[in-house]
């Protein structure tokens, strides 16, 4: 479901998820942020495109997109989706195309968003399964834990629906219908595999980047490339905040040069809408290299000065040039991110400030800076006056001095709520809309 946000004009269903999290009227310029990700949702209406010959994409019926490639005598899946209810309406929409048996799945990697549908796509003839094998190793995050982080505040799967426009990268994550995931038949370890099926020549090319698994599809006959999540039309998510290990942005861009060189005329990511012509193909690569190449350089030289993750935040932004690319908008990961994961990947933890070596405890640290003060509320009071001035940022820290000595506090918790609440309505990347709202959200709910 699409939803736009004119300047000054909010719909009704929105001003019911608002008052929910107590959101204040702003100016029109605070909420471009908000007003470009709700637009944003046309990227996600449900449509399954033709791209080229015997190449169809499904969108907009989950969070990853599935494609169809239309063989002799059976048909090729790449990606399934996150559920077998998805997929099965998916599979409608394919059988409309061709009724063919489904001879091969192909899994980009091992993300539950492109893997957890396929026995929809499944008849009488039990298809060949082909991934990286380092897919049957990338179970690490989960057995780790995320420190309660499990991607629910990221995709926002507690606010109600009309607050949570789309996913950055597609329109939600849509649950439901049961785990289909097929375990891979066939996996390869170098950098490329080529196989032929129902008459189709494919070659798997080796390119980690979102996922140390990731490959990306390529179709040599047919000039057809399919990046999985290397590529869509959001600023990459260099770092994912629901928790996952740091991702290695210098493998990313090799895997763009990779896929850049094949000279593709079509482009059908995982995520996202379709691109065709050879020139708007590489356009769109060639740009999403330059802005994610940028954002590195610039981290690595500030870093070689001695700047630290705040100051290097502060200076990091993508050139002129590249600000207006539509493929590099923060609608799912931003630059800030990538600089801190950057700095941590690189320099690790410590920021090379010798205060920072043996800190106070957070709880420690609140107590004196509360005495400070002069006292819990004169920092409460702070904090109002903050919130009533716009200074949202600095309202929720003096909630969480407050909160660090009693996380049950009423009026910290409704101070820190509040901030949120307002930082969240006023972000373009549906990643942080999301994980603010949804903690203003369980903050109110006593959680």
Same mark, same amino acid.
């Given at each position: 479901?699409?939803?736009?946000?004119?300047?000054?004009?909010?719909?009704?269903?929105?001003? %019911?998820?608002?008052?929910?999290?107590?959101?204040?009227?702003?100016?029109? #310029?605070?909420?471009?942020?908000?007003?470009?990700?709700?637009?944003?949702?046309?990227?996600?209406?449900?449509?399954?495109?033709?791209?080229?010959?015997?190449?169809?994409?499904?969108?907009?019926?989950?969070?990853?997109?599935?494609?169809?490639?239309?063989?002799?005598?059976?048909?090729?899946?790449?990606?399934?989706?996150?559920?077998?209810?998805?997929?099965?309406?998916?599979?409608?929409?394919?059988?409309?195309?061709?009724?063919?048996?489904?001879?091969?799945?192909?899994?980009?990697?091992?993300?539950?968003?492109?893997?957890?549908?396929?026995?929809?796509?499944?008849?009488?003839?039990?298809?060949?399964?082909?991934?990286?094998?380092?897919?049957?190793?990338? @179970?690490?995050?989960?057995?780790?834990?995320?420190?309660?982080?499990?991607?629910?505040?990221?995709?926002?799967?507690?606010?109600?629906?009309?607050?949570?426009?789309?996913?950055?990268?597609?329109?939600? $994550?849509?649950?439901?219908?049961?785990?289909?995931?097929?375990?891979?038949?066939?996996?390869?370890?170098?950098?490329?595999?080529?196989?032929?099926?129902?008459?189709?020549?494919?070659?798997?090319?080796?390119?980690?980047?979102?996922?140390?698994? #990731?490959?990306?599809?390529?179709?040599?006959?047919?000039?057809?490339?399919?990046?999985?999540? @290397?590529?869509?039309?959001?600023?990459?998510?260099?770092?994912?905040?629901?928790?996952?290990? $740091?991702?290695?942005?210098?493998?990313?861009?090799?895997?763009?040069?990779?896929?850049?060189?094949?000279?593709?005329?079509?482009?059908?990511?995982?995520?996202?809408?379709?691109?065709?012509?050879?020139?708007?193909?590489?356009?769109?690569?060639?740009?999403?290299?330059?802005?994610?190449?940028?954002?590195? #350089?610039?981290?690595?030289?500030?870093?070689?000065?001695?700047?630290?993750?705040?100051? $290097?935040?502060?200076?990091?932004?993508?050139?002129?040039?590249?600000?207006?690319?539509?493929?590099?908008?923060?609608?799912?990961?931003?630059?800030?991110? %990538?600089?801190?994961?950057?700095?941590?990947?690189?320099?690790?933890?410590?920021?090379?400030?010798?205060?920072?070596?043996?800190? $106070?405890?957070?709880?420690?640290?609140?107590?004196?800076?509360?005495?400070? %003060?002069?006292?819990?509320?004169?920092?409460?009071?702070?904090?109002?006056?903050?919130?009533?001035?716009?200074?949202?940022?600095?309202?929720?820290?003096?909630?969480?001095?407050?909160?660090?000595?009693? @996380?049950?506090?009423?009026?910290?918790?409704?101070?820190?709520?509040?901030?949120?609440?307002?930082?969240?309505?006023? #972000?373009?990347?549906?990643?942080?809309?999301?994980?603010?709202?949804?903690?203003?959200?369980?903050?109110?709910?006593?959680?």
């Amino acid at each position: 479901m699409r939803f736009v946000v004119p300047p000054h004009v909010v719909s009704t269903a929105l001003v %019911s998820a608002l008052a929910l999290i107590g959101v204040e009227a702003a100016s029109a #310029q605070e909420f471009a942020g908000r007003d470009k990700l709700f637009a944003h949702s046309n990227e996600f209406r449900r449509d399954v495109i033709q791209v080229t010959d015997g190449v169809y994409v499904a969108v907009g019926f989950a969070l990853a997109n599935v494609i169809l490639v239309e063989g002799d005598d059976g048909l090729l899946i790449i990606d399934t989706t996150e559920g077998m209810g998805a997929a099965r309406e998916v599979r409608a929409e394919f059988d409309r195309i061709s009724t063919k048996p489904v001879r091969a799945i192909i899994y980009t990697h091992s993300h539950p968003d492109h893997v957890r549908g396929s026995r929809a796509f499944v008849g009488d003839v039990e298809p060949e399964v082909y991934a990286h094998e380092k897919q049957l190793r990338e @179970n690490l995050p989960t057995a780790v834990g995320r420190a309660g982080r499990d991607g629910g505040n990221q995709f926002g799967l507690a606010l109600p629906a009309e607050s949570r426009p789309n996913a950055g990268i597609g329109p939600s $994550l849509v649950l439901g219908g049961g785990d289909g995931y097929m375990r891979p038949t066939r996996t390869f370890s170098g950098e490329s595999y080529s196989f032929e099926v129902a008459g189709v020549k494919v070659v798997l090319g080796y390119a980690p980047g979102e996922t140390d698994d #990731q490959l990306f599809v390529w179709l040599p006959e047919k000039r057809t490339l399919l990046p999985g999540d @290397n590529f869509y039309r959001a600023f990459p998510n260099l770092y994912a905040i629901r928790g996952v290990p $740091l991702r290695r942005v210098d493998h990313w861009l090799e895997s763009l040069s990779d896929m850049i060189a094949l000279e593709p005329e079509y482009l059908v990511p995982s995520h996202t809408r379709p691109i065709m012509g050879r020139a708007a193909v590489d356009a769109a690569l060639t740009g999403y290299h330059a802005g994610v190449s940028s954002v590195l #350089q610039q981290t690595l030289a500030g870093m070689n000065r001695g700047l630290r993750p705040d100051e $290097l935040v502060e200076q990091v932004t993508l050139p002129p040039e590249l600000a207006d690319n539509p493929y590099l908008q923060e609608f799912y990961g931003t630059v800030a991110w %990538s600089v801190r994961s950057i700095y941590t990947f690189h320099l690790g933890w410590f920021d090379g400030n010798a205060t920072s070596l043996f800190p $106070l405890s957070n709880r420690d640290r609140a107590a004196r800076i509360i005495r400070l %003060s002069g006292g819990e509320a004169a920092v409460l009071e702070a904090g109002r006056a903050a919130l009533a001035a716009g200074n949202f940022q600095w309202a929720a820290e003096l909630a969480d001095y407050v909160l660090a000595g009693d @996380n049950d506090h009423a009026e910290g918790r409704e101070l820190k709520a509040s901030a949120l609440a307002e930082l969240g309505e006023r #972000q373009i990347s549906a990643n942080a809309r999301n994980y603010y709202l949804s903690m203003a959200q369980a903050l109110r709910q006593g959680r």
